[in-house]
């Protein structure tokens, strides 16, 4: 049953994807292990090409969200607020298997309508189909209707808690697609983003910098204009260093994983050995010194010369050899001069 569900649920995003793809619009489906009740973004197009307007996509799928009068119903499930506050506007997406067809609603303009609605479900017509002559019509135009918004929305949410916070990342990133400047405002905010929403962010940040283990395509691929405007900022402070060893896993690191997306954040910073040095004490005065011992093995490995970098960390943190981790790196590197990561 489980696993029918998830089939149908498949189809429904496929037939989105397909859809929306079909028209010219750019179409990037979100990881499904954060659940920030959006499961898509689109750069919707006119005659011209991709334009300046994104909408987010909840996409239901199967006969189970259609009604008793013919119509359909998307349930709420917890994230009325998202919706209601989203930097970038939410659309319903119903797909019926037995037709075929795609139905819409504004679900952020819905729940702005209903500001007191918190469970339930939100109503979709059975007449508001998705076709070439809706898609540019009443669809676009409603699209539209958010375009004035600027930036406030975005940093209001960034400064939030969970759950609107991490979808505020991800809105950060669908929209540097046409301005980049989104992604510079999201590298500005390291130090008040929790740790999960951290974690999403050193991911996304890490796509502008040279990351040897990403699968390139047309919805991941960075402007270079993007990256002239980020890549200068990737200098980072000793405590923002920290802070985003802090959202890591230990366990996270290696070839593709969050650990060497962190790893190539520090790639454009020419004084990141220094001021992970500084890191390590920080993060020393953490009860478990295990982030610590991160921040130093990075240090070694962003440097020249690896033995005499161990020897400056050694003297300046005598602490960090009651680690039994440390140590089998002090080992390696006083053996072959080099440590490395991947």
Same mark, same amino acid.
């Given at each position: 049953?489980?696993?029918?569900?998830?089939?149908?649920?498949?189809?429904?995003?496929?037939?989105?994807?397909?859809?929306?793809?079909?028209?010219?619009?750019?179409?990037?489906?979100?990881?499904?292990?954060?659940?920030?009740?959006?499961?898509?973004?689109?750069?919707?197009?006119?005659?011209?090409?991709?334009?300046?307007?994104?909408?987010?996509?909840?996409?239901?799928?199967?006969?189970?969200?259609?009604?008793?009068?013919?119509?359909?119903?998307?349930?709420?499930?917890?994230?009325?607020? !998202?919706? +209601? &506050?989203?930097?970038?506007?939410?659309?319903?997406?119903?797909?019926?298997?037995?037709?075929? @067809? %795609?139905?819409? #609603?504004?679900?952020?303009?819905?729940?702005?309508?209903?500001?007191?609605?918190?469970?339930?479900?939100?109503?979709?017509?059975?007449?508001?189909?998705?076709?070439?002559?809706?898609?540019?019509?009443?669809?676009?135009?409603?699209?539209?209707?958010?375009?004035?918004?600027?930036?406030?929305?975005?940093?209001?949410?960034?400064?939030?808690?969970?759950?609107?916070?991490?979808?505020?990342?991800?809105?950060?990133?669908?929209?540097?697609?046409?301005?980049?400047?989104?992604?510079? !405002?999201? +590298? &500005?905010?390291?130090?008040?983003?929790?740790?999960?929403?951290?974690?999403?962010?050193?991911? @996304? %940040?890490?796509? #502008?910098?040279?990351?040897?283990?990403?699968?390139?395509?047309?919805?991941?691929?960075?402007?270079?204009?993007?990256?002239?405007?980020?890549?200068?900022?990737?200098?980072?402070?000793?405590?923002?260093?920290?802070?985003?060893?802090?959202?890591?896993?230990?366990?996270?690191?290696?070839?593709?994983?969050?650990?060497?997306?962190?790893?190539?954040?520090?790639?454009?910073?020419?004084?990141?050995?220094?001021?992970?040095?500084?890191?390590?004490?920080?993060?020393?005065?953490?009860?478990?010194?295990?982030?610590?011992?991160?921040?130093?093995?990075?240090?070694?490995?962003?440097?020249?010369?690896?033995?005499?970098?161990?020897?400056?960390?050694?003297?300046?943190?005598?602490?960090?050899?009651?680690?039994?981790?440390?140590?089998?790196?002090?080992?390696?590197?006083?053996?072959?001069?080099?440590?490395?990561?991947?």
């Amino acid at each position: 049953m489980v696993q029918s569900r998830h089939i149908t649920s498949r189809e429904g995003v496929n037939a989105a994807h397909s859809f929306f793809e079909h028209h010219g619009c750019t179409f990037q489906e979100i990881d499904q292990q954060q659940d920030i009740g959006k499961d898509a973004y689109v750069d919707l197009a006119d005659h011209r090409g991709i334009t300046p307007l994104c909408v987010a996509l909840q996409i239901k799928a199967g006969s189970s969200y259609r009604t008793s009068n013919g119509d359909y119903a998307i349930p709420v499930d917890g994230h009325a607020d !998202l919706w +209601r &506050r989203s930097t970038i506007p939410v659309f319903g997406i119903v797909h019926d298997p037995d037709d075929g @067809l %795609l139905r819409w #609603v504004d679900l952020t303009g819905y729940l702005r309508a209903h500001p007191d609605q918190e469970g339930g479900s939100v109503p979709v017509s059975g007449r508001h189909t998705l076709n070439a002559m809706t898609l540019p019509g009443s669809f676009i135009n409603a699209a539209r209707a958010y375009v004035t918004r600027g930036t406030t929305d975005l940093v209001l949410n960034l400064l939030s808690a969970d759950p609107l916070q991490t979808a505020a990342v991800y809105d950060a990133w669908a929209l540097s697609r046409s301005e980049p400047k989104y992604l510079l !405002l999201l +590298r &500005r905010f390291i130090m008040d983003l929790a740790p999960e929403a951290l974690r999403r962010t050193i991911w @996304l %940040l890490s796509h #502008v910098g040279s990351h040897p283990n990403i699968f390139w395509t047309k919805d991941n691929w960075i402007k270079p204009e993007a990256e002239g405007l980020l890549l200068p900022s990737f200098r980072w402070s000793p405590e923002e260093l920290a802070t985003m060893l802090r959202a890591v896993p230990h366990g996270d690191y290696g070839r593709g994983t969050l650990g060497e997306c962190l790893d190539v954040l520090l790639y454009e910073d020419p004084n990141i050995v220094v001021k992970l040095n500084i890191s390590v004490k920080l993060l020393l005065k953490d009860p478990d010194p295990t982030q610590a011992v991160r921040a130093a093995s990075l240090a070694l490995t962003h440097s020249r010369d690896q033995q005499q970098e161990l020897a400056r960390l050694i003297k300046a943190y005598p602490a960090l050899l009651q680690h039994e981790w440390f140590q089998d790196i002090a080992a390696s590197v006083n053996a072959s001069g080099k440590l490395s990561l991947y």
